[in-house]
């Protein structure tokens, strides 16, 4: 009884998980499009430490959003 009890709240966690996840890859890729440059070249061989801490905030940002839309 009490397995069959957290069936449903395990199945929602891992449902809200996957689509979480779909939807930051999602808003990332785009991120990567919209920029008119290469956001791996000025981060990984420019050493662009101003971009990776921008590309950071945008990703803590969404996070947020999607974690406050799945909770809700």
């Not at 662009?48 to 839309?69: D, E, K, Q, R, Y």
Request: avoid cysteine; hydrophobic fraction near 70%; charged fraction near 15%.
């Amino acid at each position: 009884a009490m397995f069959e009890e957290l069936i449903k709240p395990i199945e929602l966690t891992l449902i809200f998980s996957v689509l979480g996840l779909a939807l930051f890859a999602l808003a990332f890729w785009v991120i990567v499009k919209v920029t008119p440059f290469s956001i791996r070249k000025e981060i990984e061989e420019d050493h662009n430490v101003a971009l990776a801490i921008i590309i950071a905030s945008m990703i803590f940002g969404i996070a947020i959003i999607i974690a406050a839309a799945v909770v809700s």
